[in-house]
């Protein structure tokens, strides 16, 4: 790739973020992509380093820089630890921006949001949603919003959701969904394509006269819940499907097993939602739930996010590995996204470990009479 200046448009706004980092390392213990990368540009104060510098044009956008600012997850986990609260995805995402107006880019992502402004879909699949899953939309109360990994790569957690539903009689329908915008989003696109796609799943959803949207992919969630707002009326409510089953009498099976929790990024940090999956957890008879060390807003990621996955598959899978290893005395490991699940089966392939990892909807289906 060609070193390119880039006009940091959208960095400007956060400079104060950028000059707020004090460099006291903190961030250095939690960053999972600084354990798989192993220097500076590969945790947050090297990428605010990094970023002021494109922003001052005292560096170029060479393949060093854009490396180090698309390894990052955008877990939020140095947020977090952060003493002085400095607003690290939101720089990596302006810095993400500028490089893409000044047309620096990776091919992996390019190819992702081509098949996106083309399909509809990251994975260039050139039927519906519906289609996909066999499902006809119509009118109904609930709407269950698929979100593309569930639908073309990870269908078991859109069938155990549509399951679910027909067991406990709600009156729900598919979505005549397009893609969340999440992942445009996240790898630095324009914002007039991504709130595009909100205007158009916003639409979809009121012409289906749905009350409200159930999600079962923590990224399609965090967008309608905490990005949509900012750009589009929300006129429905939306909740997570782990929410919308912790408000359920489920009549479960019993399961004499050890579970553990991993929270998504993006359904955790991101968004807050932490006590409803584990209350979903507790409905199951005859388990034993226990957390792992690093849990709930402390949550270590799957290294799944950002663009991570498809730029740099082999640090998303060393990142997976040390999670699945966390999870190493449980006999099942439960989380409440199919991207996490596809991340942590990776991982999972690379240690050996024994530990089942399941949608938590999968789990419920498994299980409900
Ligand atoms: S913890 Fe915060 S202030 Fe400290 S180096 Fe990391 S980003 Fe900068
Ligand atoms: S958001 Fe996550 S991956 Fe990115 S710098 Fe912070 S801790 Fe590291």
């Not at 997850?73 to 000044?102: F, G, L």
């Amino acid at each position: 790739m060609a070193a390119t200046y880039v006009e940091g448009k959208n960095l400007k706004e956060l400079k104060k973020e950028m000059m707020t980092c004090t460099m006291c390392g903190f961030c250095k213990s939690v960053c999972p992509a600084f354990e798989g990368v192993g220097w500076d540009p590969g945790v947050a104060r090297g990428r605010m380093v990094l970023s002021y510098g494109l922003l001052q044009k005292d560096i170029p956008a060479d393949d060093s820089v854009v490396e180090a600012l698309y390894q990052c997850t955008t877990c939020k986990d140095c947020e977090r630890r952060c003493p002085s609260k400095v607003k690290v995805v939101d720089v990596v995402e302006r810095a993400r921006k500028d490089m893409v107006a000044s047309g620096v880019m990776l091919p992996s992502h390019r190819k992702v949001v081509d098949n996106i402004l083309k399909y509809g879909n990251p994975y260039g699949e050139k039927i519906s949603v519906p289609q996909a899953l066999g499902q006809k939309p119509r009118t109904a109360d609930v709407g269950y919003f698929v979100g593309c990994t569930a639908a073309y790569r990870n269908p078991a957690a859109a069938k155990a959701t549509i399951s679910i539903m027909g067991k406990l009689g709600e009156d729900f329908t598919l979505l005549n969904e397009t893609c969340c915008g999440s992942v445009m989003e996240r790898v630095g696109w324009n914002e007039e394509d991504v709130v595009a796609q909100m205007e158009k799943n916003v639409k979809a959803v009121e012409d289906q006269g749905v009350d409200e949207a159930v999600f079962s992919c923590a990224g399609c969630y965090r967008m309608f819940k905490e990005e949509y707002p900012k750009h589009v009326d929300v006129p429905f409510k939306v909740r997570h499907v782990s929410e919308y089953l912790a408000d359920k009498d489920l009549k479960l099976s019993p399961l004499e097993k050890k579970l553990t929790y991993h929270d998504p990024c993006h359904l955790g940090r991101h968004s807050g939602v932490y006590k409803a999956p584990r209350a979903v957890l507790a409905k199951f008879p005859g388990a034993e739930f226990k957390e792992m060390a690093k849990n709930s807003s402390e949550s270590r990621c799957c290294g799944g996010g950002g663009g991570v996955r498809s730029a740099y598959p082999e640090l998303s899978e060393h990142i997976a590995a040390r999670r699945v290893a966390d999870a190493g005395f449980a006999d099942i490991l439960v989380t409440s996204c199919p991207f996490c699940v596809t991340n942590l089966k990776a991982g999972k392939e690379r240690t050996g470990a024994k530990v089942e990892i399941i949608d938590l909807v999968e789990l419920v289906d498994r299980q409900l009479s």
